[in-house]
């Protein structure tokens, strides 16, 4: 079993920057991929970004890329998700989810999910 818990959500200005952070209970966090997620008001849960189980292997939805970056530290089972130039269309409640492939979490049908953490970017 793995358990996940978000933090680091709040409101941010447009321009602005957040860091997620994801933290895994668990000994085997180091052999998931693990992934975020966002769904916004009124919108289904969309894919935002994957991280390979050692860190080496990213990839990130069009609509992020250049802006968001995603990262780990096994040692501390935790993934981040840097969130830059923020825009108020970022404003979703972001998940984080781990599964045992990359493809996996781009499939959105992951092991374990967390609660999520609010985002809310003003103009």
């Known amino acids: 079993q793995v358990q996940l818990v978000e933090s680091g959500g709040g409101l941010a200005q447009a321009g602005g920057s957040l860091r997620l952070s994801c933290a895994a209970s668990g000994r085997t966090f180091s052999s998931y991929a693990m992934g975020w997620f966002r769904q916004a008001p009124g919108k289904e849960r969309e894919f935002v970004a994957v991280?390979?189980?050692?860190?080496?292997?990213?990839y990130y939805a069009d609509s992020v890329k250049g802006r968001f970056t995603v990262s780990r530290d096994n040692a501390k089972n935790t993934v981040y998700l840097q969130v830059n130039s923020l825009k108020p269309e970022d404003t979703a409640v972001y998940y984080c989810a781990a599964a045992r492939s990359m493809s996996v979490v781009r499939s959105a049908t992951c092991d374990y999910w967390g609660q999520g953490t609010q985002v809310i970017v003003s103009s």
């Open positions: 991280i390979s189980a050692n860190g080496s292997g990213k």
